[in-house]
């Protein structure tokens, strides 16, 4: 079921002395009738952060661009939008961009071998570009987090070593297969991602319902 979710950035940078207009998103705005994912709603709110934050859209964007709900039907709550510039099989290396509306989350997960195609687990580091992130792997639970687990991904949330990151801030995964999961800060996120060859087929998440 579709949940009533509103997402809002309250622009604390000034231009001007004033501050931006905040921006809002409404869960319903990417959903048919039917309830079905209107992919192409959610690249233009990640179209829309870009552009709020100063990214740099470059020709051709949109067409390249992914954007998932991860099927759970909460793109407000639980979802990301993202473009791959580079993902070599053959040469074991990617490099993408990851779009977070506010307070958006990846639901926990890691990332497998997959032998018959030669396909080492993957790897990956996170490098904030616009707003914050908070990044969760495995060790000594964090005894505040910085972030409100969603209510609907918690029982399926193990890991919970945080890392939180601003603008510039680097971190990456510290072992393969380890588990993890990120939640953007109140403005989104913007995120750099260089990493080993990504490939879905090789994604597990502990959330059945994906």
């Given at each position: 079921?579709?949940?009533?979710v ?10 001007k002395?004033?501050?931006?207009p905040?921006?809002c ?6 959903y048919d009738?039917?309830?079905?994912f ?7 709110a990640c ?18 661009m992914?954007?998932t ?9 639980v979802?990301a939008?993202?473009?791959?510039w580079v993902?070599s099989?053959r040469?074991?290396?990617?490099s ?10 990846v639901?926990?997960h ?7 195609e030669?396909?080492?687990?993957k790897m ?7 707003g914050?992130?908070?990044?969760y ?8 987090l ?8 918690a029982?399926?949330?193990?890991v919970?070593?945080e890392?939180?990151?601003?603008v510039g801030?680097?971190t ?9 999961w ?18 879905n ?10």
């Amino acid at each position: 079921s579709l949940l009533p979710v509103n997402r809002c950035l309250a622009g604390p940078s000034r231009r001007k002395g004033k501050r931006k207009p905040a921006l809002c998103f409404e869960n319903s705005d990417f959903y048919d009738s039917q309830g079905k994912f209107n992919e192409e709603a959610a690249k233009q709110a990640c179209l829309t952060l870009m552009k709020w934050f100063g990214y740099p859209i470059p020709d051709g964007l949109r067409q390249n661009m992914y954007a998932t709900d991860f099927g759970l039907g909460r793109f407000t709550e639980v979802g990301a939008g993202g473009v791959f510039w580079v993902n070599s099989k053959r040469w074991n290396y990617a490099s993408a961009d990851a779009f977070f509306l506010p307070h958006q989350m990846v639901p926990e997960h890691w990332h497998v071998a997959l032998e018959s195609e030669g396909v080492a687990p993957k790897m990956e580091s996170y490098h904030v570009r616009y707003g914050s992130m908070f990044i969760y792997g495995e060790g000594k639970p964090t005894a505040r987090l910085g972030v409100k687990i969603r209510q609907s991904e918690a029982k399926y949330v193990t890991v919970m070593n945080e890392t939180a990151l601003q603008v510039g801030q680097v971190t990456g995964r510290k072992r393969p297969l380890e588990k993890h999961w990120l939640q953007a800060g109140p403005e989104g996120c913007v995120l750099s991602e260089p990493s080993t060859y990504h490939s879905n087929a090789a994604v597990r998440f502990t959330n059945p319902n994906i």
